[in-house]
């Protein structure tokens, strides 16, 4: 395995220190607590249970150590000690009924070297941002972003009339193949992209242009690469860097990845400070530079350049990759299934017919609805959410977890319950269908996970996916490349720090 992740290790004489270091540290995690630990397979010294654990599918190991240790169970990566919740009434009951005692986030070895890259200092990591981050600067910095999103009609008729505007374009570009076979990802990668731009900037950008191309190529790079198996090895091991740094390659491109769009960012962000009129306010970066123009003489403000950089490079990549790669997972689903996607089609001639779809149209389409639920479900695009961490010592369960202790809430394993879900492992929008073919909501939908850690973009991202489906199915038909069968199109996804597609190509026939 080790010698798939970094293709040349160095001289073992050049790890010494450092092994008996982490023995230490092993021996140190491995003090017992004052109660019961959950269970788990039992660790190795240093390596902890990476034998057990394939890092290319992570997500997949931990739930069959769920259905052999439980809802509650401990794994430990590397020297790592990590307690895994699974199945729907533990997560619920963690993130909800513990929100407080499980709503610290975990900060990962790889985007604290991404704050340090741009002067963050360690004991300052946990004050900036939106997303990795814990204390009174993210609980500031979350409750501006989604008051100021709201009031940019983040769920509203202004993001309404964004995602209309950009299911055009789109529609355009898909045009432009004549049905002939092409990818998918990036076309609709920059159609997503464009709607968190006009939010956040407001305005969009033109597909060919090549700084947009290259920040959002940048950022589902950034996102793929997270989640491979040499930054999970290097999250485990982050002294790695210090003796086999230039083997680390997908760190490398990471670091500057951020790098170059954080520059990106803050020239917009420049551009939009020197045309700023507080009386008409055109984004959240302008609503940011207000606010932090008033709060100029206040020496412990939180709207601070490193808050405004980061958390509009969060929201950016937030923004784009999961609505994108859902959607994407959609338009594979119905060429996979053309009976679904002949039906939804159907329903949408009823209702609809040639007119262009509003948000107001989802009550009226119970199925339209439901197959965009249940692609959401059978995707899990996020199978592992983002890591947690305890912000204080807890008994949950009857176990005893340390404060500061990191916590995975297993999302793959309520979506795929299989106490709350009909065929949890087949893609059925009876799902969220009652009898009578209306639809119904089911309460282990928790694809935007839940409580203090719930997905700020919800609101806005449901409403785009419903927008960009139906307008995509009303003038498309998708199907296989030629010489392809639908029983040939592969379900497998690529693993990141979410779950993509696998690489392939549709065609979009036109049903003019």
């Not at 150590?65 to 619920?92: D, I, Q, R």
């Not at 092409?182 to 900037?201: E, G, K, L």
């Not at 994108?324 to 609809?352: C, D, F, S």
């Not at 299989?418 to 799902?431: D, I, K, L, R, Y």
Request: glycine fraction near 6%; proline fraction near 7%; charge should be neutral.
């Amino acid at each position: 395995m080790l010698e798939e992740l970094l293709p040349q290790m160095p001289p073992p004489l050049t790890l010494l220190g450092v092994v008996l270091v982490l023995f230490l540290l092993y021996l140190l995690s491995s003090t017992p607590g004052p109660g019961k630990d959950p269970p788990g397979p039992r660790p190795l010294p240093l390596l902890g249970n990476l034998l057990h654990l394939d890092l290319k599918q992570l997500h997949v190991s931990l739930c069959g150590m769920y259905k052999k240790y439980g809802s509650v169970f401990t794994v430990h990566l590397g020297p790592k000690k990590v307690v895994v919740l699974a199945g729907y009434k533990t997560v619920k009951q963690a993130l909800f009924n513990y929100a407080e005692e499980f709503g610290d986030r975990e900060i990962a070895p790889i985007f604290r070297d991404a704050f340090k890259e741009h002067g963050m200092q360690s004991s300052s990591i946990l004050d900036i941002c939106v997303i990795f981050a814990n204390g009174n600067s993210w609980k500031e910095m979350r409750r501006f972003s989604l008051s100021t999103l709201r009031d940019f009609g983040m769920g509203k008729r202004g993001s309404e009339e964004k995602i209309i505007e950009e299911s055009r374009h789109l529609i355009k570009v898909f045009e432009n193949f004549k049905g002939e076979p092409f990818d998918t990802i990036q076309p609709v990668n920059y159609s997503v992209s464009n709607i968190i731009c006009a939010i956040m900037y407001g305005f969009r950008f033109d597909y060919a242009d090549p700084a947009f191309q290259k920040m959002v190529d940048r950022a589902n790079e950034n996102v793929r690469t997270v989640g491979s198996s040499q930054i999970r090895l290097y999250n485990m091991f982050p002294w790695l860097r210090w003796c086999c740094g230039r083997w680390l390659v997908n760190r490398t491109q990471i670091l500057k990845n951020v790098k170059n769009n954080i520059e990106e960012i803050m020239g917009l962000v420049l551009g939009l400070k020197d045309t700023l009129n507080p009386q008409d306010l055109r984004g959240f970066v302008d609503a940011f530079l207000v606010r932090q123009q008033e709060e100029s003489d206040q020496p412990d403000s939180y709207y601070h350049n490193n808050n405004l950089k980061f958390t509009v490079s969060n929201l950016f990549g937030a923004g784009t990759d999961t609505t994108a790669t859902t959607l994407r997972w959609g338009l594979l689903l119905m060429a996979k299934y053309p009976h679904i996607q002949a039906q939804v089609q159907q329903e949408l001639n009823q209702v609809i017919g040639d007119r262009e779809p509003r948000v107001e149209d989802r009550r009226k389409l119970p199925y339209t609805d439901a197959v965009i639920h249940e692609i959401q479900r059978v995707a899990s695009i996020i199978p592992m959410s983002l890591p947690h961490t305890t912000s204080c010592d807890i008994t949950f369960q009857g176990y005893f977890i340390k404060k500061g202790t990191m916590v995975i809430p297993l999302l793959m394993s309520v979506l795929q319950d299989e106490e709350e879900w009909e065929t949890p492992h087949s893609f059925n929008p009876g799902h969220f269908l009652d009898e009578k073919g209306c639809f119904i909501k089911r309460d282990a939908f928790m694809p935007f996970s839940a409580g203090r850690r719930a997905c700020l973009g919800e609101s806005l991202a449901r409403m785009e996916l419903f927008l960009f489906f139906t307008f995509l199915l009303q003038r498309f038909r998708f199907t296989p490349p030629p010489g392809v069968s639908e029983d040939e199109l592969d379900l497998t996804p690529t693993v990141g720090l979410s779950l993509t597609p696998s690489p392939h190509q549709l065609c979009a026939v036109s049903r003019a």
